[in-house]
T-cell receptor, first 115, second 110 residues
């Protein structure tokens, strides 16, 4: 089983709202990732969590706040977003952090629209 | 990580083999070739990866040239459900990152 689940599937929010995206995996993976994908563009890495600790932040604005409460869950808290933040937000996980043979498995994504 | 070059689009007939090329002429010895695909509005799906030997799994085959400067992903009997954007990614052994390029949009025709 290589399933990563994400909720919600779709989210519409105003620029003053606070919302959260959720990602879950039960494969025992110890690395989890957030990617952002704008329309007609490839996914771009935002954050990496390794053993529940933030290990990489790709210079993401502070209005995006990741959280990894345990090894199965990854959240992305959103606050004061801009319309240009509208995108598909993808979560991924892998068995162990790092290493080119460590395959990342992606969830279906959350389609976010910021009004 | 080495850069990859893929044709922007390809098409093939249903039931025929789809051969998707990827150029990675600056690949170094510890970099792996990965292939993912993304069906419209879904998350990327892992297909296959390899270092220097050819690889095969239930989804596809990966042929890497001897000098490792290019590779080909082969879908042996393409179906309509294989219509997707296919990404070839070169990944260094110590890196967390998957750096996606522009990919190849494959259209499988009935």
């Amino acid at each position: 089983d290589t399933e990563v689940t994400q909720t919600p599937k779709h989210l519409v929010m105003g620029m003053t709202n606070k919302k959260s995206l959720k990602c879950e995996q039960h494969m025992g993976h110890r690395a989890m990732y957030w990617y952002k994908q704008k329309a007609k563009k490839p996914p771009e890495l935002m954050f990496v969590y390794s053993y529940e600790k933030l290990s990489i932040n790709e210079s993401v604005p502070s209005r995006f706040s990741p959280e990894c409460p345990n090894s199965s869950l990854l959240n992305l808290h959103l606050h004061a977003l801009q319309p240009e933040d509208s995108a598909l937000y993808l979560c991924a996980s892998s068995r162990l952090p790092g290493g080119a043979t460590d395959t990342q498995y992606f969830g279906p994504g959350t389609r976010l629209t910021v009004l | 990580d080495a850069k990859t070059t893929q044709p922007p689009s390809m098409d093939c007939a249903e039931g025929r083999a789809a051969n998707l090329p990827c150029n990675h002429s600056t690949i170094s010895g510890n970099e792996y070739v990965y292939w993912y695909r993304q069906i419209h509005s879904q998350g990327p799906q892992y297909i296959i990866h390899g270092l220097k030997n050819n690889e095969t799994n239930e989804m596809a085959s990966l042929i890497i040239t001897e000098d490792r400067k290019s590779s080909t992903l082969i879908l042996p009997h393409a179906t309509l459900r294989d219509t997707a954007v296919y990404y070839c990614i070169v990944r260094v052994d110590s890196s967390y990152k998957l750096i996606f390029g522009s990919g190849t949009r494959l259209l499988v025709r009935p």
